[in-house]
RNA sequence: GUCCCCAUCGUCUAGCCUGGCCUAGGACGCCGGCCUUUCAAGCCGGCAACACGGGUUCGAAUCCCGUUGGGGACACCA
């Protein structure tokens, strides 16, 4: 058995995609899984596109979602003597030609051809002119089988067949010398020894053009595996008019990488009737027998709630982590502030089944940083009036009266001054709740007053017990 | 236009290969209820699909053909 070798290979022409994210992630699955080896390759060979940015956004979008590669980042600019030596092998070969029509000429006859309701390919003429030593700029051709069919067996989509008499000669090097990319990747793939092709749908169709290359310069074909596309609400490709397309924007709404991951994964493979899946769990799991073959639709509101199942499942002190850095941009925390660790992963027990994501994480938690109560207006108004004021009163008595702090003691105290009074539980519980947070809608009370601390807990009484004596009737 | 791929609830999917176990299962969302100190979470229940037309067969979501629909490719982009 020879080792399995896969590979991703991304254009740094913008931000990684959530589809070029789920390429890879099926890639480094499979890697793993066969203890194989994953690599990765930028192909920059289109120069007026790539940025040195795009290339570092690619591996901040990998690193994240934590897929390492064992080879590369290779560049495809770094190694174009070894397309040309390749390229000049086929020409000694006679299966590559020079071609001297210009680029207008071409698009002028594409559109000519397409007026007509023809196919918009290269129609071959400089095929037989025997071009030996071209005086301007000219490209490099490959001679394409006319006749005979080329067959696939992909992965996924099983056996595939295509005329060659479809195909057209395509250009293999630029006039500038730099190699188209369905030449660069066969180079490529073939000298680092790829095993496995995996990538999207939309590469279907170069794979008949290229396996002809691959037989030209007398390199085994790897397996081809092409994954099906991911859709907008609209059915149609994936973009920018869908939302958030970039996974660095998802990191930044507050999604964790663990549900990214999960999510993607399980939007074109299954395994029976399994939702949720340890990253240990995939790698073993994964199989390209149940990755779908037709396209899927991107469904925000599954992420979501993914996302909200990862953030209740995970260790606390890793949400928690994840959760630091938002807190500091929010203001809540300073690089100087001693938060203990153990109390920000209390904290995260408190609020974690009610946010959905780190954002709204951030939100719930806000009442707990501060020593003073920061009033929702309405809340106030509506709970910290006269009339509820001789209960606070009495409950911060009851609870000076108590040494230290115990959440069964003090809750007990609660219910006895409800009891004693002939209250019913919500009387008391959302003026305190307002007095202790701020707002309406919080965790269980006692599990506040937890976090919170005794010193917390009845200076905010006290707080807005003063404003409730003061609020005007 | 030509070639290629695809087709089960609104969405992700199981089932299809190896026809009967399918009155088509699960999940998200939605609706209703329960629980309850609020908001959530949780639990229970409900709505909701085999694109269409032919065939093959005792029997088809499953096999075959066609139609329709969707997607992709046809660059000196990748």
């Not at 956004?57 to 030596?85: F, K, M, N």
């Not at 396996?211 to 991911?230: E, N, Y």
């Not at 970039?246 to 395994?271: D, F, H, I, Q, T």
Request: charged residues 25%; hydrophobic residues 40%.
């Amino acid at each position: 058995m020879t080792q399995v070798r896969v590979r991703f290979a991304p254009s740094p022409t913008g931000f990684l995609h959530i589809g070029g994210v789920r390429t890879a992630l099926f890639n480094w699955l499979y890697a793993r899984q066969q203890q194989g080896v994953f690599i990765l390759r930028i192909e920059d060979t289109d120069q007026s596109r790539s940025t040195d940015e795009s290339i570092r956004a690619i591996i901040e979008g990998l690193q994240w979602v934590g897929l390492d590669w064992d080879e590369g980042p290779y560049r495809q600019t770094e190694r174009i003597e070894l397309y040309r030596s390749h390229a000049m092998k086929l020409l000694d070969g006679g299966q590559a030609y020079w071609c001297v029509c210009t680029a207008e000429e071409l698009e002028a006859r594409r559109k000519e051809a397409e007026a007509k309701g023809l196919s918009p390919r290269y129609d071959g003429r400089c095929r037989n002119l025997d071009i030996t030593r071209p005086s301007g700029e000219a490209a490099l051709r490959f001679k394409a089988p006319q006749t005979g069919q080329t067959v696939v067996d992909d992965l996924i989509k099983g056996k595939i067949v295509f005329d060659n008499a479809v195909l057209d000669d395509l250009i293999i090097l630029r006039s500038n010398g730099y190699p188209t990319y369905n030449f660069s990747v066969v180079v490529d793939d073939a000298l680092m020894h790829v095993t496995h092709v995996v990538r999207g749908d939309d590469h279907l169709t170069n794979t008949p053009r290229q396996v002809p290359i691959f037989q030209a310069l007398g390199f085994p074909v790897p397996q081809f595996g092409h994954l099906p596309m991911i859709l907008g609400a609209d059915k149609a490709r994936l973009s920018k008019r869908h939302g958030a397309t970039s996974v660095m924007a998802y990191k930044e709404m507050g999604y964790l990488p663990e549900a990214m991951v999960n999510y993607l994964v399980r939007l074109g493979w299954s395994y029976g009737d399994q939702e949720l899946f340890a990253r240990s769990e995939l790698i073993e799991k994964f199989n390209w027998k149940n990755v779908q073959t037709s396209a899927a639709v991107f469904n925000p509101d599954k992420l979501l709630w993914m996302n909200a199942e990862y953030i209740k499942a995970s260790s606390p002190e890793t949400v928690a982590q994840a959760l630091e850095p938002l807190l500091k941009h929010a203001g809540l925390l300073n690089d100087q502030d001693a938060v203990p660790h153990e109390w920000l992963a209390q904290l995260v027990i408190l609020v974690r089944e009610r946010a959905k994501t780190l954002v709204e994480m951030v939100e719930w938690v806000k009442p707990y940083f501060g020593e003073t109560v920061v009033w929702d207006e309405a809340a106030a108004q509506k709970f910290l009036t006269p009339s509820t004021a001789p209960m606070l009163r009495k409950l911060l008595e009851r609870f000076v009266s108590l040494p230290g702090f115990s959440k069964q003691a003090w809750e007990e105290q609660f219910k006895r001054l409800v009891e004693e009074e002939g209250m019913k539980m919500g009387q008391l519980a959302q003026p305190v709740r307002v007095a202790l947070t701020g707002r309406t809608a919080s965790p269980g009370l006692f599990d506040v007053m937890e976090v919170l601390g005794r010193e917390r807990t009845l200076s905010r009484l006290r707080q807005s017990l003063t404003r409730a004596e003061t609020a005007s009737a």
